[in-house]
Structure formats: C-alpha cells, structure tokens
C-alpha cells in the first residue's frame, strides 16, 4: 500500500468521521450554554419576583428587608437576566433591524426591552410620573419572568433537535473503529481510516462489517436492519454485495472494499438526512413569510394600544402594559418551531426505517401524491433475471452449441440487465467463445457485434422488425413467451434469424400487497416498461396494476412522467431503480429511487428505500402525510393563539370586566404554546408504518 493512497484513505475517511464529534461538541455547547443561561435566569427572576412581592400583594412584609425590595435591587437583580441572558435576543433584533426586517427576536427584544426601560425611569427619576399624578411603578420582574420563559422555550427547541438527530448519532456510531486487513496473507487489525479501496477485510461472526465491499470467500447472513430497516436477516455469497456498519450474524467470509469514507452507504445516509432535517419546505418558507409581515403589523398594533389606552385613561404605566402584553403574546415563537421541529423529528424517523428524504420539500410532496409510475425490472421484479427457455427456430443454419456460444461471447460484453442472465446462461452450454470486434450497444433495442468473423445481433424482436428483418416466423413462439410474462431477445446471425430466448424476471413477493397499499392510500398506480405490451400486462395483472405504460424507450420514460404531469394526474411520483430511470426519477414531483439500485439513480431521487423493499413505497408516503398533518396542526394552534391572544393583550376585555392581561401571563402563555408545538411534533418519533395487506384478493 503506498503512502499516497493510504493519505487518501484517511481524508475519506474523515469526512464520515469528523461530522460526529463536531456535531456532538456544537450541540452540547448550545446546550450547556442554554442550561447555563437558563439556570441563572431563574435564580434571578425568582428574586426579582420576591422582591416585587409587597408591591404586588400591596402590603408591607417585615420578612423582607426593605433594601431587598426596593427598585434599584430589583434593577439590579434584574439586568443581568436581560444583557446576559437573554443577549441573543436582543443583537438578533440589532441584526433584523439592521437588514430592515423584523423577526420573533425583535418581539421579545421589543416587549422586555420596553418594560425594563419603563421601570429604569420609574427607579432613576420617579418624580418626572409622580409630578403627573402616576405611580412610579416598575416592572422588572415582568421583562425577567418573560425572558426566562422564552429561554426555556429555547432550551426545549434544542433538546428537541438534539432528539430528532438520536438517528444521525446512532448511525455515526454503528461503523467499527477498526478492520481485520489481510494483507500478504496475515490479517491484522488496523485502524478503519487506513482502508483504502482494494483492501480484502476478514469478518467473523457476530462483527460488524467496517465498509462496503464485495464478498469474496465464504458466506454467512448479514443483518441491515440498521442501515434498510429490514429485521431479516439476508444471505451473502461470493459476488454480493455488503454494506459497511451492518451486522455479521453467522459464517466468516473475506470481501473486498469497494468504497470507503464519504463514498460509502452509510456516509451518504447521514449527508441526506442531514440535509433534509437543513432544508425548508414550502409551508415552512410561507410561515416565514407570514412572520415577516406579521411582526410589523404586531408593533403597529401595540403602538396604536399605547396610543389609544394613554388618551382614554391618561396612565402611561397602563398603556405601557397593554403595549407589553401585545408584543409578548403575539411572538410568534410557535410558528417558527412549527415545521422545522416536524420536519427533523421525521427526517430522523425516516432513516430509522430505511426511507432517506433527500430535502424537507420531498417529505412534504410525498403525501399530496395522486399518481405513482412503478418501473417493472427491479423496482416490481427482482431485477435479477433468468433465462427460463431457449428454442432454435426451425430450418436454423446453425448449431444449438454454436449459436450459444456466439452469443454468450457478445453478450458479455453487454450492461443490460439482461445480458448477465443470458450470459450465463450461454456460458455453461456452449463451448469456447470466439474474439468479439466491432461491438455496439442499442439503448432500448439490442446489441451489435462481429463474433468469429460473424455478424451477430441479439435484440428485441420490434428491432429487427424496425430493421427489415421478416419476423413472420417469431411471432407465434413470442406471443407464447410473452403470455408467461417473458421478455424476449431474438438471436440473428448474418441476417438470418436463428434462435430466441425466453427470460424471466421473478417478481418480488411482495409486490402485490405494495401495490394494494398504494391503492387504499388513494394513489393511481402505473406500471411503465420497455418490454412487449404483453409481457408488461401479464406483470401489471399478477400484481393489481391496471394502467401499463409499455415498449417505452429508456430516454422516453421521463416523457412519459411530463406527459401524466401534463395530463393533471396531480402530483406524479417515479419508483425506479436503475441508470436508464434516472430522467424520470428527476422529471417526477417525487422521485423514489432503490437502494440497492444504480448510483446515478439513488442521486437523481428525492426518496431512497435503502432496503430495495417496495413496503417502503406506502410507508414514505404515510409518513410524509403524518408530518404534513401535524405541520398543520401545529401552524393552525400557533397562528389562532396569536390571532386571539393580541386583542385581548391589547385591552379588548378591559372596559367590560375591568381584566387585564399581565405580560408575566402573556409570557407564560407564549412559552406554553411553544412546547405545545414541540411536543407534537415529536410525537411523530412514535411512527410506525402500517403493515402490507396480508392477503390481497387476485
């Protein structure tokens, strides 16, 4: 291993490391400081308030030391809970002030600022309010208890975060710190940074795998339930592939390391969740917007309270309460934790079922799906196919051995999905395969090449009809192959056609029940193919699929998606798993890719199932409707607050009943409606997908 590659290994490996205990230091730090903060604050306040006790009761207690409960001590007292405390809020006010917008920082800045400041001239000059018959009363412990509040609602939003990242951190956690790297035969154990790709890793029973790789020796059961969401354990041989940080159950095998540090499954699990719980979906980007008009119009009221409260009753220290009591209880502090609280909780949740929401926008379009386009081979199939019949056409020029051995020549040079089944298949009947020149591949339609000095295509026979070729013969034993839901590729030799091949994609076992589900979520499932109509119906009825969209070019399939968008099929949702799904993963509202899918189209996808388990499907979308319904509740309960608390803060009740709505309250009330939101939001951590269908009727 030479030094420059093993200096790369370890960069790699840092990007999956480092995020961790920079993430750990940044949220305990914002913790500690909250704790710190909000533990002297209420010190402080609940002096504050003890020495305001024989004002507030208006009578003299002898316990009290008259010092103690004078203004200046409560001045005192009272400061540091203001400028150190609470100093967040008022510089975010300076900073909204600054860019000539305001936020739920000037509100509380506004409220408590004003408060203090009015009690600062009542302590510092008492005779300028006596002399125009006023009490010079003060209100320190009113812009203390308000402030204390609002930390502590501060707190629970961070606890709140800290808790919806539990996924993240537990994810970090699952990859070993080291590896047992055979290298010259010996197996040592090494730190996991310095594997570089390449490596052979030994893993032994009960051990988790430290990356991602392909098995090599032996064979065992590996459990990704950790990573997929599956509990079932899945069997692993010479061939497959593993994923790093999941569970070796039984067996020891040796696996080669394909990926390390950011390119691995589960780097890239924690960056998307990481991303979706960062981003902001339309609602959220709404309610903003609503908190940037709404605090304006918010002071505007409270001035005009000032205002009219000071001309009517001619006590400036009553319009000063009421001017308070507004700019606290309308503080929209609900409706900023309303969407993002949700939107972290299930992000979280998600990736603890196997369902990585690229960005809060495709957690939010998921539920208001109406359509949901399936890919056939390996979103509703296995995706792993198998040559189930071969027949040598009648009056074929060549032999049954040559033929296959001319094909599994150039087949192998094929990326089709189908070419490694036919290959195989091939491979183990014919006898040596001749040189292949002059390949060429036909997107959607077949393959070219020169084998033995021969011309050979194998394709579609809509290729070789497209090409001239008289297919009169095939079609009898194609309409047979297509009715037992076979795909069909045509062997051509020199022009003449010589053979065909019956293939076969098993379908998923739970593929019905999936799509069942889809149904009784209201959804319209399609079913969209490049194979023969009748291949794809057969498929789409074993299944419960009644709209098939078959014989589609791989780089029309996006065109399909535009078309059903165009149509108003509502929102269009694309369920595909590999390179050739890509445009219309990308073309969709929504975008759900398999995970054990191609790369290109796990990137070009809003939703990844980590699992390649369609039950996924039905649970991302459930999911996202719950998060969407409690998004919902928590704006309607945040806003209503707010819209039925200003007019009674700002004295509505006062002439009929004499009630007055004391800021400490209005405070009290506001960080009640914050937790409120918290608190529902995180139920969202009680999520559980429901169950397929047990049995789904033919």
Known sequence: MSAPAAASSCCHNEALAAPSPSLERELAHELTLLRRRLAVATVLTLLVMLASL????????????????????????SAPVLFWCGREFFSGAVSALLRRSADMNTLVAAGTGIAWLASLVATVAPGLLTAEGLPADVYYETAAVILTLVLLGRLLEARARGQTSEAIRRLLQLQPPTARVLRDGVASEVPVATVVVGDRLQVRPGEKLPLDGVVEEGS??????????????????????????????SGSFTYRVTRVGSDTVLARIIELVRQAQSSRTRVQRLADQVVGWFVPVVIAIAIAAFVLW?????????????????LVIACPCALGLATPTAIMVASGKGAENGLIFRSAEALETAGGLRTIVLDKTGTLTRGEPEVTDFEVLPGSALPAQTLLGLVAAVESRSEHPLAEAVTAYASSRAGAAPAVTQFEALAGRGIRATAGGRDVRVGSPRWLAEAGLDTAALDAVVARLERAARSVAVVVVDGRIEACFG??????????????ALRRLGLEVVLLSGDARRTAEVVAAEVGIVRVIAEVHPGDKASVVRQLQAQGSGPVAMVGDGINDAPALAQADVG?????????????????????????VPAAIELSRRTMATIRQNLFFAFAYNVAGIPIAAGLLFPFTGWLLNPMLAGAAMAFSSVSVVSNALRLRRFRPAPLPAQVPA
Not at 503 to 516: G, H, S, T, W
Request: glycine share 10%.
């Open 310 to 326: 000071f001309l009517l009753s001619g006590n400036g220290v009553l319009a000063m309460l009421f001017l308070v009591s507004v």
């Open 592 to 616: 759900i890719a398999m995970g054990t899918g191609a790369d290109v189209a796990i990137a070009a996808s809003d939703i990844t199932l980590l699992s390649g388990h369609l039950a996924g």
């Open 220 to 249: 065992s059961w590996v459990e990704e339930s950790m990573l997929t969401g599956e509990p079932v354990p899945v069997a692993k041989g010479p061939g497959d592939a593993v994923i790093g940080a999941s569970l070796n159950r």
């Open 503 to 516: 293939i076969a994609d098993p379908i998923k076992p739970e593929a019905r029940a999936a799509v069942a």
């Open 54 to 77: 024989p004002h507030m009761l208006g009578m003299h207690l002898g316990w009290l030391p008259s010092w103690f409960t004078s203004p200046w001590s409560q001045l005192v007292l």
